[in-house]
Structures are given as C-alpha cells and as structure tokens.
C-alpha cells in the first residue's frame, strides 16, 4: 500500500504497527500452546533430555578437569626444570667467579715473577759490568807492575788498591741483594752466585 497524502500517511503509520502487533502476538500464542503441548505429551522426552543434557555437561566438566590436571602437571614439570636450571646457573656463576679469581692471583704473580725477572737481568748485568772492569784494571795492573818510576807505580797500586777494594764491596753488596732476591721466590741460576 502506497502512502496516501500527509493526513493519510499517520493512520497508515497506526495501521503498519498494528498489524505488526496482531502478527507478534499470533507467533507468541503459536509458541505457548507448542510448549505447553510438549510439557504435557512429553515429560518423558523433557527427563530424556535433562540426563542426556546433564551427562553431557558431566563430560564436559571431565574433560576440562583432565585438561586442566594435565595443564598443571605440565605447570609443576615445567617448575621443576626451571627450579634445576636457576640451580645450575647459580653454580655456573660461582665457578665463573672462583676461575676468575684464581685468573686474577695468576695475573698478579706473574706480574710480581716478571718484576723479579727484571731485577735479576738488571743485577747480572751490572755483576758482569763489575767483572770486566775487574778484568781490565788487572790488565792495567800488570801493565804497570812492569813501571819503572817508582813513586808513580805506588801511586798508582794504592789507587789500584782502592778501586779493587771498592768493586769487591760492590761485587759483595750485588751477591747479598742476588741471595735475597732468590730466598724471596726470585729465580736466578746457580752459576751467578
């Protein structure tokens, strides 16, 4: 139906609702009386339907437990792994920390070993200095042993003198340093004492 003119078209409004209403209300009557025809017929069919419907929901209540027991057997496994790993990771650090500190006292001894080294190849090097200046001043000594002037051969023997005795201190003083050095962990061969 068309709409007539704008005084028409509000009771054609009215008409369209009333109409929905009468329909609405034909399809609620229609569902009562087909409830009311099964609760009546079928009390039977209704407690079929309850304990099919109850045993289902029972299932299905089992099944999620199951699934959530697995879930949290799975939860308690997974924990005890991890619990094992933080354990392993724990010792894994300590002994990182105890090489560490053992690479560490390493270090150091060696730097300590080198600084002795240093000071051995320093205290040989001037014991042999000594030792050829020894050997040379022995050479001038008999050089001049053989000296005809007299008073110039004693001048020259007392200094000779002198400078053999003062490198005979030094000589003594570098030994004493070289055996202490060696009681205190240093490392010199036998041969140099």
């Known amino acids: 139906m068309a709409p007539p003119g704008p005084p028409c078209w509000h009771h054609w409004q009215l008409a369209e609702k009333e109409m929905v209403r009468i329909q609405i209300q034909a399809l609620l009557d229609q569902f009562y009386n087909k409830e009311n025809q099964v609760i009546h017929n079928g009390n039977n069919k209704s407690d079929e339907l309850n304990d099919a419907f109850k045993k289902t929901m029972l299932k299905e209540l089992q099944e999620e437990r199951a699934d959530k027991s697995n879930t949290m057997q799975q939860l308690t496994e997974t924990q005890k792994r991890l619990q094992a790993q ?104 036998l041969e140099m004492t």
């Not at 894994?92 to 240093?118: H, I, K, P, W």
């Open 86 to 189: 933080e354990l392993l990771l724990g010792q894994s650090q300590t002994c990182v920390q105890e090489l560490t500190n053992e690479l560490r006292n390493r270090c150091l001894e060696l730097r300590d070993v080198g600084q002795r080294t240093q000071e051995d190849e320093k205290c040989v090097q001037e014991n042999e200095l000594l030792r050829k200046q020894n050997v040379k001043l022995s050479e001038e000594n008999g050089k001049l042993v053989g000296h005809k002037n007299h008073k110039q051969r004693i001048e020259y023997l007392v200094n000779l003198k002198k400078d053999n005795t003062k490198l005979q201190e030094e000589n003594e003083k570098l030994k004493t340093e070289m055996m202490l050095m060696r009681d205190n962990g240093g490392c010199l061969p």
